[in-house]
């Protein structure tokens, strides 16, 4: 897994400080409801250099409102990501509006319940935001726990990485029907997909290799992503 990234945790308050291992700072600043960040100044960044590590912060709101500002002060204080989650809110929603106010940040979920869509509506939702962010969106996916996919979002709770690794090959292969008009057949133990009529079909793009990442905490939800994933996102436990 090549990408080396530090996520700093911002949350929309005034009074929340938040101090990373390395060189970045979060503290309450004159954005309404979101955090300002002081950040990368040289004496902070003597033991990590930007070259060799990238700094993100998770966009965390309360209020639609409240991303074009968190953006575009992020932006403008050199953090190179910005990543949403599925807690409070629908995790893609934000992205959109992020890539409306910002030309460089790279943009992701960290993470997008897997198991809560089909590899279809994935797909879908990462072919246009890689579009609409000319390359800078990630496709981060996590498993969730057992309770959540079955109480929560209704799902059935069957075989998290065996299902996680048909989720990913499923979207790729649907990505390659779109880029190459290969015809889709991808029929695997979870997802049988053979129909894509060009009607549902969109067109191809200059982005389609689009990097996903995987979220876990055991050893196997590890090899999985260093077997076909271009990241993994460590619990924020660890």
């Known amino acids: 897994i090549p990408a080396r990234r530090l996520c700093v945790w911002s949350r929309p308050r005034h009074d929340h400080v938040l101090e990373s291992q390395t060189c970045a700072v979060l503290s309450a600043g004159e954005i309404p409801g979101c955090c300002k960040a002081e950040v990368f100044s040289d004496a902070a960044c ?6 060799d590590m990238k700094f993100d912060a998770s966009l965390l709101v309360r209020d639609l409102k409240q991303v074009p500002a968190l953006v575009r002060f992020a932006e403008k204080a050199k953090f190179d990501g910005l990543w949403t989650s599925e807690t409070a809110h629908e995790p893609f929603l934000p992205l959109a509006l992020a890539v409306e106010h910002s030309r460089r940040l790279s943009l992701g979920t960290r993470i997008a319940v897997a198991f809560a869509r089909s590899p279809a509506v994935l797909a879908h939702i990462g072919w246009d935001l890689a579009r609409f962010s000319q390359g800078r969106f990630i496709m981060g996916l996590g498993t969730q726990v057992k309770g959540h996919n079955e109480r929560r979002f209704g799902m059935k709770w069957e075989k998290p990485v065996e299902k996680m690794r048909e989720v990913i090959l499923a979207m790729r292969a649907i990505w390659d029907c779109w880029q190459n008009q290969t015809p889709l057949n991808f029929q695997g133990e979870f997802f049988k997909l053979n129909l894509m009529t060009p009607f549902f079909s969109p067109p191809p793009h200059d982005y389609s290799d689009i990097p996903i990442f995987t979220a876990g905490v055991n ?17 924020p436990l660890h």
């Open 219 to 235: 050893p196997r939800m590890c090899q999985l992503a260093g077997e076909l994933c271009q990241g993994f996102h460590a619990h």
């Open 46 to 51: 003597r033991t990590v250099s930007r070259d």
